[in-house]
Structures are given as C-alpha cells and as structure tokens.
C-alpha cells in the first residue's frame, strides 16, 4: 500500500479521502460529548472545543519557549527528523509541553519512518481532533483537550501493522517525557 510519508515530502501532508472520512467521525462524537462534566471547572471555548486550562496568549508567551508557543499556540510544524523524540524508545509516559497533561504513553509509540513521534493511540479523552483546512488540503488536527496546545495531525489507513492503524504524527516540542510506568 502507498503510505502518504511516501508521496510527499512532508508527512504532515495526508491523503484527503483518508482524512475527510476520520474527521466525519470526529465531529459526530464531538457533538455527541456532554458538557455537564466541566460545568463546574473554569472553561473557555477555542474553535469548538472545551479546554480546561486557560491562559492568555501573553501568558503562554512567558511559559513557554519561542519554539514551543511557535508550535502548540501557532499550530506550528518542527523540520522532520530534528525532535528529541523522534527516535526516542524508552518506557514511560508522553505528557503536553503546555499543561503536563499524560497524552501517550510509549507502549502506543511505533516507528513510521516519517520523521516525528508516531503514536497509534492517544490516552483516552486526552487528544481532541478537528479538521484542519491550512495549505489547501483537508487534515484532521490533534491537539491537547486539556489546555488546546497543537500537537499535530492524525491519519488512518496507511496500512501500519498497529492495533488502530492510525498515525498520531506529533511535534516532539509539544511532548514532555517521563520515565514513569
Ligand atoms: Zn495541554
């Protein structure tokens, strides 16, 4: 099977019919998710999402290094092949660079070749999906429920041998690992 990593340079880039079907799906669940749950927790509304850690633009700004607010608050994109994690093999857990929030473990990490940190699944209720329209092509968007940091795109069927075959493609500077079981 022709992986999208295999077609274009970057694998950020996905292959739309893929894609348009994953994020069908999710915003069917995310419509279908109660918000009563963070009735009494203090919210705010980011592009259709409920986060739970909320701060200022400016206060992300004095938080987090330039690369970082470059990425998780500017939904940027680290060159291929140059994050701490790419080829990062130890057990423990993934958390959010922003918040700290545990979002993948290592058990769920795989190889992809494409030059970022592959996970086939997030912790549950962690990772938040939405469609992503950028650079003319239709990608499904992950980023951190908890604080809304960017952390990269997710794709399906590209024939991984994974228990999910979906790829988490997610920015190593997005990530902070911990050797915790
Ligand atoms: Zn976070």
């Given at each position: 099977?022709?992986?999208?990593?295999?077609?274009?340079?970057?694998?950020?880039?996905?292959?739309?019919?893929?894609?348009?079907?994953?994020?069908?799906?999710?915003?069917?669940?995310?419509?279908?998710t109660p918000r009563f749950s963070t009735a009494f927790r203090p919210v705010v509304q980011?592009?259709?999402m409920t986060t739970t850690?909320q701060?200022?633009?400016?206060?992300?700004?004095?938080?987090?290094?330039?690369?970082?607010?470059?990425?998780?608050?500017?939904?940027?994109?680290?060159?291929?092949?140059?994050?701490?994690?790419?080829?990062?093999?130890?057990?423990?857990?993934?958390?959010?660079?922003?918040?700290?929030?545990?979002?993948?473990?290592?058990?769920?990490?795989?190889?992809?070749?494409?030059?970022?940190?592959?996970?086939?699944?997030?912790?549950?209720?962690?990772?938040?999906?939405?469609?992503?329209?950028?650079?003319?092509?239709?990608?499904?968007?992950?980023?951190?429920t908890a604080?809304?940091?960017?952390?990269?795109?997710?794709?399906?069927?590209?024939?991984?041998?994974?228990?999910?075959?979906?790829?988490?493609?997610?920015?190593?500077?997005?990530?902070?690992?911990?050797?915790?079981?």
């Open positions: 099977m022709i992986r999208s990593h295999d077609l274009m340079s970057n694998c950020m880039v996905p292959i739309g019919v893929v894609l348009r079907n994953s994020c069908r799906t999710t915003y069917k669940s995310a419509i279908l980011l592009r259709n850690t701060k200022s633009e400016d206060e992300w700004r004095a938080v987090l290094s330039r690369e970082q607010f470059r990425v998780l608050r500017q939904k940027g994109t680290e060159p291929a092949g140059t994050g701490e994690y790419d080829k990062h093999s130890e057990e423990g857990v993934y958390s959010c660079a922003g918040c700290g929030t545990p979002l993948y473990k290592s058990s769920t990490k795989f190889n992809s070749g494409c030059g970022w940190p592959a996970f086939f699944d997030a912790i549950p209720g962690t990772v938040s999906r939405h469609e992503d329209r950028s650079f003319g092509t239709v990608r499904t968007e992950i980023v951190c604080c809304g940091g960017h952390l990269g795109h997710v794709f399906k069927g590209e024939g991984f041998k994974t228990p999910t075959d979906e790829r988490h493609c997610v920015n190593s500077i997005s990530l902070k690992f911990h050797d915790e079981k």
